[in-house]
Every structure is written in C-alpha cells, then in structure tokens.
C-alpha cells in the first residue's frame, strides 16, 4: 500500500495567519490527491481533488499543489472557522490511504 | 443536494456480524461508484471498501477481505456492508460515501454522517 505522511501532526497558529500542510506519498500519486477538513463530531468535508482543484463551495483561501510525491495545502488568512483537522487522501491505487492527519489548533 | 444517511449500527459481540445500510438521495445514485471509510474512535480515516456503479467491481482493504462485503440496490438507492467476524479492531463510526463527483476518480465528494460499530462483550 502507498503511505501518506503528513506534517506537521498539529499546528499552531492565529486569525489571518497563512498556513501550509504537507503530504508526501510513499511513491509517485501523478495528480492524484484529496483534501479533506473534518470538525469534532462531523463527517469529513472535502476542499481540494485532483491535488489542486478546490471544491465547489469551498472558499478561495484553501489552495492545493504538488503532484508525484509531495504535495502542500495551503490556507492563505485562517479564519475561525478553518480550525479543524485536515486528512490528505490518495487515489492512485485502488487501495486507497489518507494521511494521519493534521490538528489545526488556536495560538 | 445529494444526502447520504446510514443506519444499522450498535453493539456487538466479537466474533459476530452486522449489516450496516446506507440511503441515498438528492443524486443519480446509479451513476457513481460508492465506498465505506470508518474512523476508530480519536483516531484517522481508513478506507475500508469500494464498489463500482453497478455492482461489477468490488475493492476492500485488506484487514476486512473475506470478512465483509459492499453491496448496492440501484433501484433502492441503497448502499450496504455486510460485517462477520467481528473484532474489536473494528470498532468504529462508519461513513458512507460518494465517490468521485467531478471524474472517474476515488476522491470521496459526500459523506454521510456515521454510524457507530461497538464490538465488545
């Protein structure tokens, strides 16, 4: 199986900061990675396919990149809302995978 | 808008089965792969199994082969996963899926909102 790892496993950071997760894959994804936010409680909620297409509905301060074996997601001013965890997913293999996760916390 | 709503969970002993259910609305549901992702309690996401739009093509995670199987009603709008030999390691909240919204791709674009799997004596 392809294994994701994320990183950092948690963040600290304020209101308006930028901030960037990364995501490295045990070998070459091409393009094909997931983003996805999940709250305490809830279902996960998807941002970002194809390594950097953003969601419908998604706001435009979520940006992905990266293709082969490292990717980033990038939030350019965090809002209140953006404090979350965040998974990465691959989709290359019909086994799929998601990364450990990433906590975005409040400074 | 597209609504996934599963049912079906509760506690169970180790070594036992149970049918988890998934109803779909809001979408042709006929038209797109579908999967079950459970995440163990504090824990992270797996992806458990995949099924193709019309039954043909099933994929599993390999600690769950031979023990469940992901099946789907088109005329139904329903997605099931069937659970035997059950053990601890499967507990978890269990999601049910759409797959790949925008392309034939594995990406997961609706979730539903879990169901609890408890196994424990």
């Known amino acids: 199986d392809i294994q994701m790892t994320q990183s950092p496993s948690t963040l600290s950071a304020s209101v308006g900061d930028r901030i960037t997760i990364t995501c490295r894959a045990s070998q070459s994804i091409s393009k094909w990675l997931a983003w996805y936010q999940q709250k305490p409680g809830r279902a996960p909620k998807l941002l970002i396919y194809?390594?950097?297409s953003l969601e419908t509905g998604v706001p435009s301060r979520f940006s992905g990149s990266g293709s082969g074996t490292e990717f980033t997601l990038t939030v350019s001013s965090l809002q209140p809302d953006d404090f979350a965890t965040y998974y990465c997913q691959q989709y290359n293999s019909y086994s799929i995978t998601f990364g450990q996760g990433t906590r975005l916390e409040i400074k | 808008e597209a609504q996934l709503v599963e049912s079906g969970g509760g506690l169970v002993q180790p070594g036992g089965s149970l049918t988890l259910s998934c109803a779909a609305s809001?979408?042709?549901?006929?038209?797109?792969?579908m999967s079950w992702v459970r995440q163990a309690p504090g824990k992270g996401l797996e992806w458990v199994a995949n099924i193709k739009h019309d039954g043909s093509a099933k994929y599993y995670m390999d600690s769950v082969k031979d023990r469940f199987t992901i099946s789907r009603d088109n005329a139904e709008n329903s997605l099931y996963l069937q659970m035997s030999t059950l053990s601890s390691e499967d507990t978890a909240v269990y999601y049910c899926?759409?797959?790949?919204?925008?392309?034939?791709?594995?990406?997961?674009?609706?979730w539903g909102q879990g169901v609890l799997v408890t196994v424990a004596s």
């Open positions: 194809q390594a950097s």
């Open positions: 899926a759409r797959v790949g919204c925008h392309d034939v791709s594995s990406y997961f674009c609706n």
């Open positions: 809001g979408f042709t549901f006929s038209n797109y792969w």
